[in-house]
């Protein structure tokens, strides 16, 4: 897309834009990104880590061409730090000038746009581009209660009053996609507000595909096992099962090593690209990768 008036025409069409950026959506949140671009909502994506939440906001930018944006949130977070503040180091600097009486300049004019230091949130509303913007609001669910009260209020109007300059709004609203790691639930008023969508870890054929998509020098059998054994790693009670992108670095590790396939003593050695808790290596080292290995083969099988 190469304009604001070029909205997709098809869920199929964003699908495919998609894949082409190498991200493979399934159907439901092909769906949701299609209805969001169209009808020009912010999307709210959900799910645990590495299931590609933040990922859908680079794909889009690169597809439409749109800048990202990215305002990553955190415990504490302020209105200051997401939409603009004054640079009051040069504000002194340019008083103590005004002070001396060199330069004509008013005190007015300390608060002035040359004065204003852009956040995330005013370079997304205030842009001069013909094409939107790509807003990510990263993780939401750190930042606290008020931020997303305030946050709510920027999105709902697209708007930004500062007091010494006016009302600031772009011509052209921008794309907005919020993540979520579900630390916290989200306010039924933000909810609302968006288009909302869950993601979940993609099934084993995705997966794969996934994984040939990102790490094409990797052999398909190999890509297949590794998309096999992690499947089965994430039926175990991990405190952080696998995201995709653990499978993709797994299955590029053992390539580095020459594997033509997991063996047990393969997969011990790499264990690290896939498991990142002390914790979770232990159970996993207590049940044995002989046995994953063999009910990820016995999966495959039945499929
Ligand atoms: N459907 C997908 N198609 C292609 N690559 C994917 C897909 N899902 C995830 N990935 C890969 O996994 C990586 C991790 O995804 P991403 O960072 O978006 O996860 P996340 O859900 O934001 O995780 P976290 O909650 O930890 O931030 C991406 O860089 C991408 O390489
Ligand atoms: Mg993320």
């Known amino acids: 897309m190469t304009n604001s008036s070029a909205l997709p025409k098809s869920v199929a069409e964003v699908s495919a834009a998609l894949e082409k950026y190498g991200y493979l959506a399934d159907q439901g949140l092909a769906t949701v990104i299609f209805l969001a671009l169209t009808l020009n909502r912010p999307l709210l994506l959900e799910g645990e880590s590495g299931v590609g939440k933040t990922e859908v906001a ?22 200051d730090q997401a939409l603009y503040e004054w640079d009051y180091a ?11 009486g060199s330069n004509g300049l008013d ?62 709004k772009a011509k052209v609203p ?13 306010h039924d008023a933000l909810k609302r507000r968006c288009l ?37 790693l994430r039926t175990r009670n991990l405190s952080k099962p696998p995201g995709v992108a653990e499978t993709i670095d797994w299955a590029k590790a053992l390539w580095a090593l020459g594997a033509q396939k997991i063996t047990p003593d393969l997969a011990t050695a790499t264990a690290g690209a ?22 990820a083969g016995e999966r495959s099988v039945s499929r």
């Open 107 to 168: 005190v007015e004019d300390l608060y002035s746009e040359k004065f204003l230091v852009r956040r995330p949130l005013l370079q997304a509303i205030d842009h001069a581009n013909e094409v939107p913007p790509v807003l990510l609001v990263d993780e939401i669910d750190r930042a606290d209660d008020e931020f997303e009260a305030f946050l709510l209020e920027i999105l709902a109007d697209s708007s930004v009053t500062i007091p010494e300059i006016g009302t600031l």
């Open 274 to 295: 896939v498991l990142k808790y002390h914790e979770d290596n232990e159970m996993i080292n207590d049940e044995g990768f002989e046995s994953l290995l063999a009910q």
């Open 174 to 186: 921008p794309i907005v996609v919020l993540t979520s790691n579900r630390t916290r639930d989200l």
């Open 90 to 100: 040069r504000q002194i600097l340019q008083a103590r000038i005004i002070e001396i």
């Open 58 to 79: 680079n794909v889009i930018s690169q597809w439409t061409g749109g800048k990202l944006i990215r305002l990553a949130c955190y415990e504490g977070i302020t209105s």
């Open 196 to 232: 909302y969508h869950w993601i979940d870890h993609p099934n084993v054929e995705r997966e794969i595909a996934i994984v040939r998509l990102r790490a094409p020098e990797v052999s398909p059998a190999l890509a297949q096992q590794v998309a096999e054994v992690v499947e089965v």
